[in-house]
């Protein structure tokens, strides 16, 4: 195979490109082992993904790839070439309006400090494509993967009823 | 937590990943970890509890190892096999029903859509629940390396905690695990602190009924009571052949907790995870007996 | 907007995008991080630091310990509740030659990327040599314990008291005694973004630094003196910020390490704190163990209480000083109006992370072992618990009431309450008469249901002041400068919707800056429940008068009378005639012509503070066999005097229950023998999920409002936590009939649930039926 001569360690640089919310850039001579989270924050400047706690239990860097919930901080950056990546900044439609699920948030105070809500829009909103007319009972067990500990988590559950009914009166 | 340094490759065929293995573990004598869905390893190394000089990504063969075949009495799964495909796929939901439900109850949504079933079972935590199902069903693993090919069966698959028979040059390619027979009910059944959380214990059962109702095989595994998965079947062997009643399979799980010699940590002592041995061993079979579809026998 | 209206939050908009910036999303160029090392046992001699390893580390530009740091460097001092006892044991930023608890402090490194600063940091050798540790109060008490302190003689450092009538007697001559023992365990605030901080030097000798939170005029007076230059030369500023829970803001050793060594390399430095960091270093709390006796008659009338309390304070006093001891013991009388009593707080050291304030200090745990004794109580006569409590509350006509403690520097008078009214609402809410039959039910069904009960008084609106200064600009826009902090808590849809009901625009039309020490010069900042009461009512205040200047100023103009005006959101204009009216940049252009300043500071000064009260009722369901423990409904009525936006008090009532749960039933920072954090990550340190967390019911009432400010505020952060270990403590035991010795200890695990069960099944009817 010829790749025998190998550098151990240190010097290993690698480039690799990320489509992120439907853009593609370039990452640049960065190590290997840097984090998904740590390129979209520090590399491409996309800081809405938040890390929490860095072994994949708070969910707050959850990102979606091709649309499936993923943890972002349990991924190395070039593991994510080739996907199609979704974080918070991309989920409204435009500069000037927020996505269905974002506004019922909004309307039912389903965020304190907003650390964890992040992680919480990925996720709800890949959950709704799957399951669009959720219990509450659902709706808390599709969130148990992510950590919230200003809200307590009902407004959040609200909002996600919330905006399930009014995507499908939409509908 | 952030990871330490290690050299990391990436090859597109498993032909060239095999080599390459070789070459870094037998030749250069070099600590390799496989990545797999990362949902183990990747936590490791942001503790730095692991410091392996290189990583060899195991993601670019997905194509090649993710699939669910049924071949005769087994089903094959291929070891990238994601554990969100399994709660969901055909083959799995009428030949082993288990397995998707055991998929269902490792965590959340986001670790299931890059755990995969061969990482899982590697990893070998005692308390974790593809390991568990695996060797309550007595399931087989293709492990292979440059040189060579071997299967090896569940009974022998567990060393220890968190340790397996797999070499450092070799990959689990393919699980294969037997349908499940006519006239028969799976259940597992586990206790955690949180919902999602890694049991505390767990309960795989399998129970086989004969044409007039009366057992005609049972199969019992516990997770989280010993360093690997525990087979307790032997307990249950005795009312083969039998028609039980819930007090006479009361009575057979009893000696469970002599059986067992669990740990006990911060969030349960020995003491408590016996008894959670027996509660849920007992429900898993009530389940399954259940989901044989025949009436439950009388009191 | 007016106040009492659920308006949704002018924050939102920009943390729903990701644009809220948090401390972890500043970069500046030329930014290094930093990374801490820190000690690996609970209790050792420092013998040497050999960094010459992590210097060659690719990327490290320095690694800093104790003997970098100025010699005359003094420790970190008290904000809170400081007594000369426990000056001995403040803590240095750097250990010297001696480590105190794993994770304290013990160099620190920084390079061009957290990445190689933590390769770095695995590669600082340091010799220790080990010395026994010791982390159980009752171990650390004993006579031939190991000292922490050496020359203070004992691990015991400070102790306190508070006395009222004569207990000793009371106890005595009381018909009926009950001796009981109770214990907290250590658990901690943890919010979901760990601690930060960026500091940045410039090039006129000035820092700017990032991160600061809560307390940032204090803090800033603090780094001054420590770093020994003058304040003028430091300015912080607040980001958005994930949460503070009372841990996040204080001043920790990292607040004085980056900004001095930011100052010393002349670059920018991050400092991220990582979770397993976190969970080691930024403060515990609650851990305390209480034995009482409590002394009553037949009727449930409490005669007399002698508690002895000792609080856990870890390895170093920090800045709360005696803060969660005095606490316990201020607000533990509660709500009765007890003849005597007599409590004594011992403070004791041990080789754990040390304690500071988490949200309701003191109380959750008081409220604990109160609210479990006056169940025990009832039990023990075979009385309904809640009328128990009423014949003990004290009457709505003996408010103002002394209640015989003194804490945060005054003696704690409850200013207006009706708790039997409270109580009342609350039982009918959860349909308690039928309760009795509800649960014969469902024995009858196999299941062993329970309800619990918890009332509780709150302590809010700490002084000294607060400071406000609101005004309009010459571009036609309202500001509103504040000395609180916003934690996430929506401190500035609070101020703006104070400062618009005054001035008859929308929240949205009003900038508010807070945090930012070269805008605002002073305040006191945000903790203690005291945003509302003291922030808000100079907001409020201050804009009362900016309205009277902006009216006085419009009936100029228009040669009209005050009848006349209105104010609206594109200005003030005349009633019934459109065309009389202005735009906001006239009106300032207009009041700069007749020197009208249309801009007012005002200093609050907080009278005293101000006593919200409520009620916890918990219903539960047991499963026999693995004991786990199903809320089935839980809800909690308060009274906070006035609630400004219903909203933000029924999100901090809900939010603050959820983490009383997790106290209740799931989280603790577990040590081992030898001072190693057991529960150091969040696989084992175990936060509640939504599926852990109930729907919480929650009724807010103004009965009561406060006699110390205009509005009648109480505030409401700590409410929802307060009560929580004793509601689902007291239905656990309910669900069981269990006696009083049980549920005593929190957390309750189903483990302990199903060892009862046994014990109580071998005694009477709990069986199967």
């Known amino acids: 195979m010829g790749i025998l001569a190998v550098i151990i360690m240190e010097s290993q640089t690698v480039f690799y490109e990320l489509k992120v919310n439907g853009k593609t850039y370039r990452v640049d001579d960065v190590e290997p082992r840097m984090l998904l989270a740590d390129v979209l924050r520090d590399v491409l400047f996309l800081t809405g993904t938040h890390l929490g706690c860095e072994h994949g239990v708070c969910g707050a860097c959850t990102v979606l790839l091709d649309g499936l919930p993923a943890r972002s901080c349990l991924m190395l950056g070039i593991q994510a070439q080739g996907y199609e990546i979704t974080t918070v900044e991309g989920l409204a439609p435009d500069e000037e309006h927020l996505s269905v699920l974002q506004d019922a948030f909004w309307e039912e105070h389903g965020l304190q400090c907003g650390f964890c809500t992040s992680g919480i829009l990925t996720t709800m909103s890949w959950f709704l494509k799957q399951n669009p007319t959720p219990t509450r009972a659902e709706i808390r067990e599709a969130l148990s993967g992510n950590l919230c500990r200003c809200t307590g988590y009902q407004n959040i559950v609200t909002a996600v009823e919330r905006a399930a009914a009014k995507m499908k009166a939409a509908s | 937590m952030k990871p330490p340094a290690f050299a990391y490759y990436a090859p597109k065929r498993i032909d060239d990943t095999l080599r390459m293995l070789h070459e870094f573990v037998r030749e250069q004598n070099l600590d390799v970890k496989l990545l797999a869905g990362g949902q183990s390893l990747v936590p490791l190394l942001n503790m730095r509890l692991a410091h392996p000089e290189v990583i060899v990504d195991l993601n670019p063969l997905e194509p090649q190892l993710n699939y669910i075949r049924r071949d005769g009495d087994m089903l094959r799964i291929g070891a990238l096999t994601r554990h969100y495909v399994l709660r969901t796929n055909p083959e799995i939901l009428q030949h082993c029903p288990m397995l998707a439900d055991a998929a269902g109850l490792i965590g959340h949504a986001a670790i299931l859509t890059r755990g995969t079933i061969g990482g899982s079972l590697v990893h070998a935590d005692p308390a974790a629940e593809l390991p568990l199902v695996f060797a309550m069903l007595r399931g087989m693993v293709t492990l292979q390396s440059a040189q060579s090919s071997r299967v090896i069966d569940a009974r022998d698959f567990f060393l220890s905690y968190l340790t397996t028979r797999v070499e450092p040059d070799e990959i689990l390619t393919e699980v294969a695990l037997p349908i499940m027979p006519a006239r028969s009910g799976q259940a597992i059944e586990e206790f955690s602190m949180r919902h999602g959380d890694f049991a505390l214990v767990a309960a795989a059962a399998q129970v086989t009924l004969a044409a007039d109702a009366s057992w005609q095989g049972v199969r019992l595994g516990l997770g989280g009571v010993a360093p690997t998965p525990a087979d307790c079947s032997h307990l249950l062997t005795p009312l083969v052949g039998k028609r039980p009643t819930w007090d006479e399979l009361r009575e057979a799980l009893r000696p469970i907790e002599d059986e067992i010699d669990p740990q006990g940590d911060i969030h349960a002592s020995a003491a408590y995870r016996k008894e959670l041995a027996h509660t849920l061993a007992y429900r898993a079979i009530e389940r399954a007996i259940r989901h044989t579809g025949s009436a439950p026998p009388e009191q | ?769």
């Not at chain 3, 690996?40 to 003997?67: C, E, N, P, Q």
């Not at chain 3, 990032?210 to 003196?225: D, E, Q, S, W």
């Not at chain 3, 509800?438 to 024995?443: H, Q, T, W």
């Open chain 3, 1 to 769: 907007m007016s106040i009492g209206e659920a308006i949704k939050r002018i924050e939102d908009p920009r943390l729903l995008v990701g644009k809220g910036q948090y401390v972890a999303d500043v970069r500046v160029p030329g930014m290094l991080e930093a990374c801490v090392v820190r000690s690996l046992y609970a209790h050792a001699k420092i013998l040497g630091i050999d960094s010459s390893a992590a210097y060659a580390i690719k990327g490290v530009v320095a690694v800093v310990t104790a003997s970098d740091l100025p010699a005359d460097l003094q420790p970190i001092p008290m904000r809170l509740t400081a007594a000369p006892e426990l000056v001995h044991a403040l803590q240095m930023p750097l250990a010297n030659t001696i480590v105190r608890y794993a994770g304290e402090p013990v160099a620190v490194i920084v390079a061009d990327s957290r990445y190689a600063a933590e390769d770095a940091a695995e590669q600082v050798l340091v010799a220790y040599e080990m010395l026994p540790a010791v982390t159980d109060i009752r171990a650390a008490m004993r006579a031939d314990a190991p000292l922490l302190y050496p020359v203070l003689g004992s691990n015991t450092i400070y102790t306190l008291a508070a006395k009222k009538g004569d207990s000793h007697q009371a106890l005595r001559q009381a018909p009926y005694r009950l001796t009981l023992d109770f214990a907290i365990q250590r658990h901690a605030a943890i919010p979901l973004e760990t601690r930060g901080l960026v500091v940045i030097p410039d090039a006129q000798g000035r820092i700017h630094v990032y991160g600061p939170t809560k307390v940032v005029h204090f803090n800033r007076i603090v780094l001054a003196r420590l770093l020994n230059c003058d304040p003028a030369l430091i300015h912080f500023i607040e980001t958005d910020v994930g949460g503070g829970f009372g841990a996040r803001g204080e001043f920790y050793p990292e607040d004085f390490l980056i900004p001095f060594i930011a100052r010393n390399v002349g670059r920018p430095v991050r400092w991220i704190e990582d979770r397993m960091e976190h969970l080691k270093a930024t403060n515990h709390s609650r851990e305390q163990r209480h034995h009482l006796t409590v002394g009553f008659d037949d009727s449930g009338r409490l005669q007399g209480l002698e508690d002895e309390i000792w609080v856990n304070t870890g390895a170093y006093i920090r800045t709360h000083g005696a803060t969660v001891p005095e606490m316990t013991q201020a607000m533990l009388p509660g709500p009765y109006d007890w003849p005597a009593f007599h409590l004594v707080t011992h403070v004791v050291v041990t080789n754990k992370t040390p304690m500071g304030t988490y949200r309701a200090p003191g109380r959750y745990e008081g409220t604990f072992v109160r609210e479990r004794l006056v169940e025990a109580v009832a039990h023990t006569l075979q009385l309904d618990p809640t009328v128990v409590r009423d014949r003990n509350f004290i009457k709505s006509e003996q408010m103002p009431y002394t209640v015989g403690t003194h804490g945060l520097g005054e003696d704690v008078v409850f200013d207006s309450g009706d708790y039997s009214r409270m109580l009342a609402i609350a039982k009918e809410h959860m349909q308690w008469a039928d309760f009795p039959g509800r649960k014969a039910k469902a024995r009858e069904q196999g299941h062993l249901r329970g309800m619990g009960w918890s009332f509780f008084v709150e302590k809010t609106g700490l002084g000294p002041w607060e400071e406000a200064r609101v005004g309009l600009d010459t571009e036609g826009t309202f500001y509103c400068h504040s000395g609180l902090a916003a934690l996430g808590q929506g401190t500035e849809t609070l101020l703006a919707q104070l400062v618009s009901d005054q001035l008859g625009i929308k929240p949205e039309q009003v900038k508010l800056v807070h945090g930012d020490t070269d805008v605002v010069p002073a305040g006191n900042g945000s903790f203690a429940s005291r945003g509302t009461a003291t922030g808000g009512i100079a907001a409020y205040i201050a804009a009362e008068e900016l309205r009277r200047r902006i009216l006085m100023v419009s009936e100029r103009r228009f040669e009209a009378t005050p009848l006349d005006l209105q104010l609206g959101p594109e200005g003030p204009s005349m009633v019934g005639s459109p065309s009389k009216r202005m735009d906001w940049r006239q009106v300032a252009a207009y009041a700069g012509k007749v020197g009208v300043e249309l801009d007012v500071r005002e200093r609050y000064d907080v009278p005293h503070m101000t006593y919200p009260y409520g009620v916890h009722a918990a219903e539960v369901d047991i499963d026999r066999d693995t004991g786990r423990i199903s809320i089935e409904r839980y809800l909690i009525a308060y009274d906070v005097g006035r609630a400004v936006n219903p909203a933000l008090v029924k999100g901090q009532i809900i939010g603050g229950m959820v983490q009383g749960l997790g106290g209740a039933l799931l989280e603790e920072l577990a040590y081992d023998n030898d001072g190693q954090l057991l529960s150091g990550t969040f696989m084992d340190y175990l936060l509640p999920t939504s599926c852990e967390a109930p729907d919480i019911e929650v009724i807010i009432t103004e009965d009561a409002p406060s006699r110390h400010n205009p509005l009648g505020v109480k505030g409401c952060g700590e409410g929802g936590t307060t009560g929580v270990g004793a509601a689902l403590a007291n239905a656990v035991a309910d669900a069981l009939d269990a006696p009083p010795q049980a549920f005593t200890e929190l957390p309750i695990r189903p483990e302990t649930v199903r060892m009862w069960i046994q014990r109580l099944s071998a005694q009477q009817s709990l069986d199967r039926p």
